[in-house]
């Protein structure tokens, strides 16, 4: 079985385009120290509070093991 886990990145609007709160490129960085494989980024943009959403997942640790 293969566990998910989701982090939600603000995006703010303005003029001349949209802006993310955090950059994308560290959180998967982040996570990929951590054990965690990026599978894809979902963007919410057509929302009144837009975020993109990036998916990781990874096999489940067995209990004991770091």
């Known amino acids: ?30 996570r990929a120290e951590h054990g965690w494989d990026f599978v894809q980024a979902v963007p919410f943009d057509a929302f009144s509070e837009p975020r993109l959403d990036l998916v990781f997942s990874r096999k489940p640790r067995k209990e004991g093991s770091r």
């Not at 939600?8 to 949209?18: E, K, L, N």
């Open 1 to 30: 079985m293969i566990e998910y886990d989701f982090v939600s990145i603000a995006v703010t609007r303005h003029r001349d385009g949209s802006r993310l709160a955090d950059d994308y490129r560290d959180v998967i960085r982040t």
